[in-house]
């Protein structure tokens, strides 16, 4: 093995080395049951990370100027605790929060499609410890959504 391929699998992560080894590991969310493309597919991380970056704004912008006149304060005190509010109420009742709507998101349960508030709670505390949504399992679901059973799709 040349070192520039070596490094080039390092880099593309192993899901890639093991695909260019001949492995056959289907698409994201094949053992989930749901469809490769399209209406109801696993969300890629980048529309994601959209939707949390909007939600984070939004909160942001109204610990700013509704609650408080410093930035500093609103960002640490907070726009933590508004988005914590938005993702359990939002998610718990609709199963999207408005930037997970704006990127076409929507969070369900895989046992029954709708998310009981339950299931949101433990989640969204899950998430705000940040490890368990950095783990990821081979159709792309962060530890927070495994242990919460649930799956973020495309609407």
Same mark, same amino acid.
């Given at each position: 093995?040349?070192?520039?391929? %070596?490094?080039?699998?390092?880099? #593309?992560?192993?899901? /890639?080395?093991?695909?260019?080894?001949g492995?056959?590991?289907?698409?994201?969310?094949?053992?989930?049951g749901?469809?490769?493309?399209? #209406?109801?597919?696993?969300?890629?991380?980048g529309?994601?990370?959209?939707? !949390? %970056?909007?939600?984070? /704004?939004?909160?942001?912008? *109204? %610990?700013?100027?509704? *609650?408080?006149? #410093?930035?500093?304060? /609103?960002?640490?005190?907070? %726009?933590? *605790?508004?988005?914590? &509010?938005l993702?359990?109420?939002?998610?718990? +009742?609709?199963?999207? +929060?408005?930037?997970?709507?704006?990127?076409? !998101?929507?969070?369900?349960?895989?046992?029954?499609?709708?998310?009981?508030?339950?299931?949101?709670?433990?989640? $969204?505390?899950?998430?705000?410890? /940040?490890v368990?949504?950095?783990?990821?399992?081979?159709?792309?679901?962060?530890?927070?959504?495994? !242990? &919460?059973? $649930?799956?973020?799709v495309?609407?």
């Open positions: 093995m040349d070192n520039r391929q %070596a490094i080039g699998s390092w880099l #593309s992560g192993p899901r /890639a080395a093991m695909e260019e080894a492995v056959d590991l289907g698409y994201r969310g094949e053992q989930l749901l469809p490769e493309h399209g #209406s109801g597919s696993i969300a890629r991380p529309r994601r990370l959209g939707a !949390l %970056a909007v939600d984070w /704004a939004l909160c942001l912008l *109204i %610990a700013y100027g509704l *609650i408080t006149q #410093s930035y500093n304060e /609103a960002a640490q005190i907070w %726009a933590p *605790i508004l988005l914590f &509010a993702i359990v109420l939002t998610v718990g +009742t609709l199963g999207f +929060t408005p930037g997970k709507r704006l990127f076409g !998101l929507r969070v369900i349960a895989l046992d029954t499609g709708r998310v009981h508030p339950l299931r949101v709670l433990l989640r $969204t505390v899950l998430m705000f410890l /940040a368990p949504a950095l783990i990821w399992d081979r159709d792309g679901r962060g530890l927070h959504d495994r !242990l &919460a059973r $649930t799956v973020e495309r609407i």
